[in-house]
């Protein structure tokens, strides 16, 4: 069974910076791409970034320029590096890995964590 767990929320002043974490466990062969999503209070989940297994990137433009995505493809690990941090950036933050397989076979699903809450106070 695969699971993601989140890690390195929390809450920081505003202009601080916070490194999230994403690690997936269980039987993965591979993990395509792999994404951080945000949802705040009242609002719908948005996504924040995506990085392709081929390391190509690519960021909400409310994130462009504060946050950088990298994936540890030999830990199976996603990070979220965010600067520069606003109040409006508030939100659970919950990482994606996108078309998942667990074997040799094109059988892929994707998996959600289960969200940290990232808090920036002004």
């Not at 690519?58 to 995505?69: E, I, L, P």
Request: with cysteine; net charge positive.
């Amino acid at each position: 069974q695969v699971q993601l767990v989140e890690s390195g929320g929390g809450t920081v002043q505003a202009g601080g910076s916070l490194r999230l974490s994403c690690a997936a466990s269980g039987s993965i062969f591979r993990i395509d791409d792999w994404a951080w999503y945000r949802q705040a209070p009242g609002k719908h989940r948005e996504l924040v970034a995506r990085i392709t297994s081929e390391g190509n990137t690519r960021y909400v433009d409310s994130a462009k320029g504060r946050f950088s995505n990298s994936r540890d493809n030999d830990k199976d690990s996603l990070y979220l590096q965010m600067n520069t941090l606003k109040p409006e950036d508030t939100a659970v933050y919950y990482c994606k890995a996108e078309r998942l397989g667990t074997d040799r076979s094109l059988r892929a699903h994707d998996y959600w964590g289960q969200g940290t809450q990232v808090t920036v106070s002004s």
